[in-house]
Nanobody, 113 residues
Framework: VQLAESGGGLVQPGGSLRLSCAAS????????MRWDRQAPGKGREFVAA????????NYADSVKGRFTISRDNANNTVYLQMNSLKPEDTAVYYC???????WGQGTQVTVSS
């Protein structure tokens, strides 16, 4: 199982970023996928999840209405579109396959002026 995140970076408050997670080594289209994050000095927290067929999504209250999770099963990729970013969104963002207990290496998102 391999999960490789990309797309992080430095962005100003109010800006947008799109994270990608390329998956390999398992049947991607059959598992739930999730994004979690870990801010400096804090524990890892849930951000968003999407069912295997992409029809159902779930979000943490802190990102609802600003973030959108999606997936492309043909290309084994899950995305996180992040809009209206706030400084409190600064964290390392991880792609997670909960049914396989597998995490990616993370990608840093920094929101600062």
């Amino acid at each position: 199982v391999q999960l490789a995140e990309s797309g992080g970076g430095l962005v100003q408050p109010g800006g947008s970023l799109r994270l990608s997670c390329a998956a390999s080594g398992f049947n991607f289209g059959s598992v739930v996928m999730r994004w979690d994050r870990q801010a400096p000095g804090k524990g890892r927290e849930f951000v968003a999840a999407i069912t295997s067929n992409g029809r159902t999504t779930n979000y943490a209250d802190s990102v609802k209405g600003r973030f959108t999770i999606s997936r492309d099963n043909a290309n084994n990729t899950v995305y996180l579109q992040m809009n209206s970013l706030k400084p409190e969104d600064t964290a390392v963002y991880y792609c997670y396959a909960p049914q396989l207990y597998s995490w990616g290496q993370g990608t840093q998102v920094t929101v600062s002026s």
